[in-house]
């Protein structure tokens, strides 16, 4: 009964953000569901359990939300993201101007940038690029799980915590099954990229276009008032990011800081002179970092309900002792805890060491173990009461039901499929 109402729980959150109510209120809501079909103390559940939860994610990621925030505002207000945008749509034409937003994401985290502070920097630059190409802003979240997540989360050879975090656990390194891996990788990345582009134009076929929120300039005007720096200016903060943070070595906050500096800077000439207006957008993006990260926080806090439940261990001991093809098993037991978790890094953190032991005394290839597991991370993390998913959706400004399907077909879907493919896969090349 208790993974039963634990599944209620999720269900009640899903239900919840489908109906529009605000994060935080769908993760206490279904907190307290939870906590009394457990038998838990309530008070404490909520005040203890998930206010710690809350409050140590708002501690270690206050200052990179807001300063990634300020960031993207920057890019904003000088009308960088206006000269991004226009080489990138002059350089891809209306038809592939995704991909040109797909492959920005891929460059930033390739980079090391942190996938936050990659939405923060890709959203004005999309917007400015969906304008020009008239594409509806909901498949803005898509087309950034294509670009930041699908390729460069569970790559070989890529930088992400998820493809570091096995080699610690199974002696292996970050491009183990190199090729059985990029091979899988570069099929997802196909398909993602023509789904999303597929679904664009079946979109503006049906007469469906962007349209301007509440304070937003039209297309015409951010043409006649936006004049922006250089292509170079405009990307030269975010290299000095990229540069701050892998050449100098330094923590993702100081290449932030840095990336600021250089943006004021290189963007000078174009940003507002009046201390009112400097002071007002900056007041804006503080505002905007408060809301992103009190959503993700949220979901933390939820979370931490849910992984001190007694339905979160019966679900951990029911997967770590499934019985089956080793890689297969290692597939689905990390599917299924990144669903419980709402977390690609945390489920392989309770995977790997256990099932990692197991398998690897049986005989079974450390390398193959390596990629399966992190590319099976990368599936049920994205269900739609992830903080994360809420947190692109909500930046976007797109409800779940606007937006989460296309979501769900690129990261979750496509990876599950992946996940089934990297087994034969590994097999074929004398991995399994």
């Not at 592939?96 to 630059?125: D, E, H, K, Q, S």
């Not at 000095?240 to 000439?269: D, H, R």
């Not at 994360?388 to 690129?410: A, D, E, K, M, P």
């Amino acid at each position: 009964m208790n993974i039963l109402f634990l599944l209620l729980a999720i269900a009640l959150f899903i239900a919840l953000v489908l109906k529009n109510v605000p994060i935080v209120i769908a993760t206490i809501l279904s907190s307290i569901f939870l906590l009394l079909t457990q038998r838990m103390d309530l008070y404490d559940g909520i005040t203890a359990t998930y206010m710690t939860g809350f409050g140590d994610y708002v501690r270690d990621f206050f200052l990179l939300f807001m300063l990634g925030a300020l960031f993207g505002k920057l890019v904003e207000i000088s009308g960088a993201a206006n000269s991004i945008s226009t080489f990138i749509f002059r350089t891809f034409g209306d038809r592939f101007a995704i991909i040109g937003l797909i492959i920005m994401g891929i460059i930033l985290t390739l980079g090391g940038v942190n996938l936050f502070v990659a939405m923060f920097t890709m959203y004005p630059l999309a917007m400015a690029m969906f304008r020009k190409a008239d594409i509806p802003r909901k498949f803005f979240a898509a087309a950034y799980f294509v670009g930041c997540v699908g390729a460069t989360m569970t790559a070989p050879f890529t930088p992400s915590i998820q493809n570091a975090t096995p080699t610690v656990y199974l002696g292996t390194t970050v491009a183990a099954a190199a090729v059985p891996g990029m091979i899988s990788t570069v099929l997802k990345l196909v398909f993602c990229t023509a789904y999303v582009m597929w679904v664009v134009k079946r979109a503006k076929n049906r007469g469906e276009h962007f349209e301007e929120l509440e304070g937003e300039a039209s297309a015409a005007e951010v043409g006649k008032e936006i004049s922006g720096p250089s292509v170079l200016a405009s990307v030269l903060p975010m290299l000095v990011i990229l540069l701050v943070l892998n050449v100098a070595k330094q923590p993702i906050v100081t290449s932030l800081l840095a990336g600021i500096v250089a943006a004021f800077v290189f963007y000078f000439k174009q940003m507002p002179h009046s201390l009112k207006e400097i002071s007002s957008e900056v007041q804006d993006s503080v505002f905007s970092g408060l809301k992103t990260i009190s959503i993700t926080a949220a979901a933390a806090g939820y979370g931490a309900v849910v992984a001190a439940t007694p339905a979160f261990q019966e679900i951990t001991d029911f997967v770590l002792n499934l019985d089956g093809n080793p890689l297969l098993i290692a597939g689905i037991a990390t599917m299924l805890m990144a669903g419980v978790m709402n977390s690609s890094s945390g489920s392989m953190a309770i995977v790997c060491p256990i099932l990692g032991e197991r398998f690897l005394a049986m005989g079974v290839n450390a390398e193959a173990l390596h990629r399966v597991i992190v590319v099976a991370s990368s599936t049920l993390d994205s269900t739609p009461q992830s903080g994360f998913v809420c947190n692109i959706l909500n930046h976007s400004h797109t409800t779940h039901r606007q937006g989460y399907w296309h979501v769900c077909v690129v990261s979750v879907i496509a990876p599950i499929v992946e996940t089934l493919l990297l087994i034969p896969l590994c097999a074929l090349f004398g991995l399994a």
